[in-house]
C-alpha cells in the first residue's frame, strides 16, 4: 500500500482479556517495527522484524507481549491478559533494510488501546 | 534524551518567528540521527537526518545542527507556522545497531 496500516485506529479492552494489534507495512518494506507510547511521553521500542531473521524481542516488557510477521508482510502484536498499564498508542513502522534505512521509518497512524 | 513523563517540554513561538529545538543524546557510538514530527492523532513523521559525519543540513525551512563533543542536536524551524504546531521528536541510531532509540519530545506551540 501507499502507506503503514494500522488497525484498529481504537480499541477499548477489559482488564484482562487478549488483544491483537494489526500493522500492514508498505510493500517491500523489509523491516517492521512495533513502538509503545504512553501518554505524553516518547516512543518504547518494543520488537522488530527483519526479513527470515530471528525478531530482536529485546523491547517487550513482558512475557504477556509477543508478535509475529507472516509471510514477511503483516505483522501481528498480541496482548494477552491485558492490564490497566497496556493503556498506550502502539506505533508500527516499516523501512527498506534495518536501522539505517533511507530516511529512516514510516511510520503508521497507530492503535489507540484503552484497558479498563 | 529521556523521557520527560506526562509534562513534555512546550517551546511557545509567534508565528513567523524562529524555532529551535534541543535535545541531548546519551550514545557517543550513535551515528545517524533523525528527527521527527508528530501531529495529534498522527504517527510520527520524518523531517530531516542528519549523519555523524556531518555537524549541518539544511532542508526546506529546518536546519539540523550535530555538535558530537557534547552530544547535542538541535532543530531549527524558520519562520514557523500554525502548521508546525506538533510534537518533535529526535531518534539516534547506534552504529551497528538495528534500531531506533527516541527522545522524550518537545511539543511546539504556534502562536498567531
Known amino acids: 500500500g501507499a502507506g503503514v496500516s494500522q488497525s484498529p485506529s481504537n480499541k477499548v479492552t477489559e482488564k484482562g482479556k487478549d488483544v491483537e494489534l494489526r500493522c500492514d507495512p508498505i510493500?517491500?518494506?523489509?523491516?517492521l517495527y512495533w513502538y509503545r507510547q504512553s501518554l505524553g511521553q516518547g516512543l518504547e521500542f518494543l520488537i522488530y522484524?527483519?526479513?527470515?531473521?530471528?525478531?530482536?524481542k529485546s523491547g517487550l516488557p513482558s512475557d504477556r507481549f509477543s508478535a509475529e510477521r507472516t509471510g514477511g508482510s503483516v505483522s501481528t502484536l498480541t496482548i494477552q491478559r491485558t492490564q490497566q498499564e497496556d493503556s498506550a498508542v502502539y506505533l508500527c513502522?516499516?523501512?527498506?533494510?534495518?536501522?539505517?534505512?533511507?530516511?529512516?521509518?514510516?511510520f503508521g497512524s497507530g492503535t489507540r488501546l484503552t484497558v479498563v | 534524551g529521556e523521557s520527560v513523563g506526562l509534562h513534555l517540554p512546550t517551546l511557545s513561538v509567534q508565528e513567523g518567528d524562529n524555532s529551535i529545538i534541543n535535545c541531548a543524546y546519551s550514545?557517543?557510538?550513535?551515528?545517524?540521527f533523525i528527527w521527527y514530527k508528530q501531529e495529534s492523532g498522527k504517527g510520527p513523521q520524518f523531517i530531516i537526518d542528519?549523519?555523524?559525519?556531518?555537524d549541518k543540513r539544511q532542508g526546506q525551512r529546518v536546519t539540523v545542527l550535530l555538535n558530537k563533543t557534547v552530544k547535542h542536536l538541535s532543530l531549527q524551524i524558520a519562520a514557523t507556522q500554525p502548521g508546525d504546531s506538533a510534537v518533535y521528536f529526535c531518534?539516534?541510531?547506534?552504529?551497528?545497531?538495528?534500531?531506533?532509540?527516541f527522545g522524550g519530545g518537545t511539543r511546539v506551540l504556534v502562536k498567531p
Open positions: 510493500s517491500g518494506h523489509t523491516a
Open positions: 550514545n557517543s557510538a550513535s551515528d545517524y
Open positions: 531518534a539516534e541510531n547506534r552504529a551497528a545497531g538495528n534500531k531506533l532509540t
Open positions: 513502522a516499516s523501512s527498506l533494510q534495518l536501522g539505517r534505512g533511507l530516511h529512516g521509518y514510516t
Open positions: 542528519i549523519r555523524s559525519n556531518m
Open positions: 522484524f527483519q526479513g527470515n531473521s530471528a525478531p530482536d
